[in-house]
């Protein structure tokens, strides 16, 4: 079954520091998304990604936060001068017509800490 | 008043119970309904998808909305341990059909 995978599985910075997180979505799918989970708290809605550029964002995606699909695989989540409130789960979602039946399909996370 | 509320339990049933599992939402624009199982320290997994009021049955799975109440519930027969996960209601619509997660309910079924 197809999946979509996620790197690294964990990473630890120090604040201040920059983080690029990266996922591969299932190649025919056209929808992307990044949601990240704080310990204990709900999943949030981040960006949406769609033709190649930013469709929608939350209010947590502020200037700090970037994405990109450099190679038409790859679409990464870069996190600049991360701060401590920023250590979470992000997964990455995609899907080839989110109003179709197989919905979303979320990648295993990348639990970033914060140090 | 949040959009998508969700008893977060925990919630512990014996094996072979039935569960219930239960979220409301408050937009009525949305359109998309669905149910994710969540294990520990891994992504959410989808189990159901429903986009219209009434009741979907998948094996041991029965996902039910009311739009009129704003309401979506899921059923898991016959409960088993490997049930036992975090449960997740996700709900869409709009544009861009991001997705609204409740806080997700714990369940464990214990042997």
């Known amino acids: 079954e197809p999946e979509v995978t996620q790197t690294p599985s964990h990473q630890v910075t120090q604040m201040g520091q920059e983080v690029i997180l990266r996922c591969v979505p299932i190649s025919n799918h056209l929808y992307f998304y990044w949601y990240r989970q704080i310990l204990g708290q709900k999943v949030e809605f981040l960006v949406s990604?769609?033709?190649?550029?930013?469709?929608?964002k939350s209010e947590i995606f502020d200037d700090q936060f970037s994405v990109e699909r450099p190679d038409g695989s790859n679409f990464t989540l870069k996190i600049r001068s991360t701060k401590l409130e920023d250590s979470a789960m992000y997964f990455c979602?995609?899907?080839?017509?989110?109003?179709?039946?197989?919905?979303?399909?979320f990648g295993s996370g990348t639990r970033l800490t914060v140090v | 008043q949040k959009e998508v509320e969700q008893d977060p339990g925990p919630l512990s049933v014996p094996e072979g119970a039935i569960v219930s599992l239960n979220c409301t939402y408050s937009n009525s624009a949305f359109q998309y309904f669905m149910w994710y199982r969540q294990y520990s320290r891994k992504g959410p997994e989808l189990l159901m998808y429903?986009?219209?009021?009434g009741n979907k049955e998948d094996g041991r799975f029965t996902a039910q909305v009311d739009k009129s109440s704003k309401y979506i519930s899921l059923f898991i027969r016959d409960s088993q341990p490997s049930d036992s996960a975090t449960y997740l209601c996700?709900?869409?619509?709009?544009?861009?059909?991001?997705?609204?997660f409740g806080k997700g309910t714990l369940l464990t079924v214990n042997p």
């Open positions: 979602a995609s899907s080839e017509n989110p109003r179709s039946g197989d919905g979303y399909t």
């Open positions: 996700a709900i869409s619509g709009g544009s861009n059909y991001k997705l609204t």
């Open positions: 990604f769609y033709n190649n550029e930013i469709s929608e």
């Open positions: 429903t986009y219209s009021s």
